[in-house]
T-cell receptor, first 111, second 116 residues
Framework: QQQVKQSPQSLIVQKGGISIINCAYENTAFDYFPWYQQFPGKGPALLIAIRPDVSEKKEGRFTISFNKSAKQFSLHIMDSQPGDSATYFCAAMGRGSRLTFGEGTQLTVNP | NAGVMQNPRHLVRRRGQEARLRCSPMKGHSHVYWYRQLPEEGLKFMVYLQKENIIDESGMPKERFSAEFPKEGPSILRIQQVVRGDSAAYFC??????????????FGQGTRLTVV
């Protein structure tokens, strides 16, 4: 019940395209859903986060869509750029400051 | 303001030796978290500490692993009698307060432990 399932495992997108990564969770106690970006050899960095009281949050080219009834949330990267090539992790958290991460998606944006 | 500092960046230990991983949180941060990342997997929570206190150690293996965050100095993750399965990247994160409510966790660059 503590798992967060993420798909796809890897994604290849052309420059200018839309990258979409999906996550699903089981634990209804989760109330905070961040996305992290990780470059090789670096630690994860917070990209954008959402709470379940809204269905969408947009920051620049990055948008989170949240479906509370389906217990799913997704990251959309508009106008994808080669510099966006990285591993993306969704995560979820309830009370207690413990992040539960998805398995990660390796995104490659071709020029 | 330096970020979360972890050292060493790379650590090689023979089976049976001890590994000590250090984490200096961001200035002013009193909450520290340790996560482990196995190859091709996501990060798995290990332990959450505040100064001198372990808040949540539910992700720590029962044996050989311990963590501390003393009043002075860095947080230490200690792995005794390492085995090959301990080979992973260990990430530390810190925050100003407990997570949620707008508080963000900042991650270090990790320590990559290789057990030979």
């Amino acid at each position: 019940q503590q798992q967060v399932k993420q798909s796809p495992q890897s994604l290849i997108v052309q420059k200018g395209g839309i990258s979409i990564i999906n996550c699903a969770y089981e634990n209804t106690a989760f109330d905070y859903f961040p996305w992290y970006q990780q470059f090789p050899g670096k630690g994860p960095a917070l990209l954008i986060a959402i709470r379940p009281d809204v269905s969408e949050k947009k920051e620049g080219r990055f948008t989170i869509s949240f479906n509370k009834s389906a217990k799913q949330f997704s990251l959309h990267i508009m106008d994808s750029q080669p510099g966006d090539s990285a591993t993306y992790f969704c995560a979820a958290m309830g009370r207690g400051s413990r992040l539960t991460f998805g398995e990660g998606t390796q995104l490659t944006v071709n020029p | 303001n330096a970020g979360v500092m972890q050292n060493p960046r790379h650590l090689v230990r023979r089976r049976g030796q001890e590994a000590r991983l250090r984490c200096s949180p961001m200035k002013g941060h009193s909450h520290v978290y340790w996560y482990r990342q196995l190859p091709e997997e996501g990060l798995k929570f290990m332990v959450y500490l505040q100064k001198e206190n372990i808040i949540d150690e539910s992700g720590m293996p029962k044996e050989r692993f311990s963590a501390e965050f003393p009043k002075e100095g860095p947080s230490i993750l200690r792995i005794q009698q390492v085995v090959r399965g301990d080979s992973a990247a260990y990430f530390c994160a810190s925050s100003l307060a407990g997570l949620g409510g707008g508080t963000e966790a900042f991650f270090g660059q990790g320590t990559r432990l290789t057990v030979v």
